[in-house]
């Protein structure tokens, strides 16, 4: 059991550059999350999805979007990257469902991105 | 919405000695709350998690925390620590309807020295 893959583990961009992170979860989990996090900061949520064709924003949501065409997959696409965006960021699923909020987050391994 | 404070974001302690990482929340629903631990170049894992009944809540690996809902706290505890311990821990609520937003804290630097 896999449970959360993301790709690629390290990426460097220039300025401007556009590039899309993969994350993919094998345990059928209906929510997936994006959160990046930066020294001081914690993880802070980006984007989330509670089914396929259902996304909402988080927390910071400026300029990465998101697509949830399957269960499995949930990509997040940064169109221009900035140097702002340079951070670790991880994806994460959990079961959903009325009243699950008490379900715990499965995390991947993060992708290091660095903007030039 | 929802916030979570660590107040302390570097605590060393000497391996066997006791620590406590403190952690307050804000939020004007019912939470459920959790402790995640973050070892280096790894993704987060759920080290404890409080979601009603006893107040007190212990995970496998001897780690205790306690909620407080009056001082709306939620601070993690153990009574011997070993170098293994060494990792960051984060502090996490989640809202007891649908938790589509699970808002971390900072975290916790834990350095156990020999």
């Known amino acids: 059991n896999a449970g959360v893959t993301q790709t690629p583990k390290f990426q460097v961009l220039k300025t401007g550059q556009s590039m899309t992170l993969q994350c993919a979860q094998d345990m059928n989990h209906e929510y997936m999350s994006w959160y990046r996090q930066d020294p001081g900061m914690g993880l802070r949520l980006i984007h989330y999805s509670v089914g396929a064709g259902i996304t909402d924003q988080g927390e910071v949501p400026n300029g990465y979007n998101v697509s949830r065409s399957t269960t499995e997959d949930f990509p997040l696409r940064l169109l221009s990257a900035a140097p702002s965006q340079t951070s670790v960021y991880f994806c994460a699923s959990k079961v959903q469902g009325s009243g699950r909020g008490n379900s715990p987050l499965h995390f991947g391994n993060g992708t290091r991105l660095t903007v030039t | 919405a929802q916030s979570v404070t660590q107040l302390d974001s570097q605590v060393p302690v000497f391996e066997e000695a006791p620590v406590e990482l403190r952690c307050n929340y804000s939020?004007?629903?019912?939470?459920?709350l959790f402790w995640y631990v973050q070892y280096p170049n790894q993704g987060l894992q759920l080290l404890l998690k409080?979601?009603?009944?006893?107040?007190l809540v212990e995970s496998i690996n001897g780690f205790e925390a306690e909620f407080n809902k009056s001082q709306t706290s939620f601070h993690l505890r153990k009574p011997s620590v070993h170098i293994s311990d060494t990792a960051e821990y984060f502090c996490?609520?989640?809202?007891?309807?649908?938790?589509?937003?699970?808002?971390f804290g900072a975290g916790t630097r834990l350095f156990v020295k020999a």
């Open positions: 409080y979601l009603s009944g006893s107040t």
């Open positions: 939020s004007s629903v019912s939470v459920y």
């Open positions: 996490a609520v989640s809202d007891r309807g649908g938790g589509f937003k699970t808002i």
